[in-house]
């Protein structure tokens, strides 16, 4: 059974930095992350693929966030720059979507962890 744990999460300004990070028991081809705001449906934010060689990324965070992966140590990051208040949800690890383009087009894979809170202010 593939585990994963999120950390990082935490409260900032707009225009803040926050970094979160996902440890994972096991590789998979492809993983990201994915946020819930609050009465909104899961959507996908970056998908990292083969071991790092290829990152996907919403629109809505495209220059903003960069997804990473350090396969020896099992980890995988995401770097929050330049952030939002419209950024503000529980952000999710995942893993082994069907896809990138399932996990960000759908929110859906098979793996998600227990969450992380990112809360932004104005």
């Known amino acids: 059974q593939l585990q994963l744990v999120e950390s990082g999460g935490g409260s900032v300004q707009a225009g803040g930095s926050l970094r979160l990070s996902c440890f994972y028991s096991a590789s998979s081809v492809y993983m990201g992350w994915s946020r819930q705001a609050p009465g909104k449906e899961r959507e996908g934010v970056a998908c990292?693929?083969?071991?790092?060689?290829?990152?996907y990324y919403a629109d809505s965070v495209k220059g903003r966030f960069t997804i990473s992966q350090d396969n020896d140590n099992h980890m995988m990051y995401l770097e929050m720059n330049s952030l939002k208040p419209e950024d503000t949800a529980m952000y999710y690890c995942?893993?082994?979507?069907?896809?990138?383009?399932?996990?960000?087009?759908?929110?859906?894979?098979?793996?998600w962890g227990q969450g992380t809170q990112v809360t932004v202010s104005s």
């Open positions: 990292i693929s083969h071991g790092g060689t290829l990152t």
């Open positions: 995942a893993a082994r979507p069907s896809s990138c383009t399932t996990l960000l087009d759908r929110g859906t894979a098979n793996y």
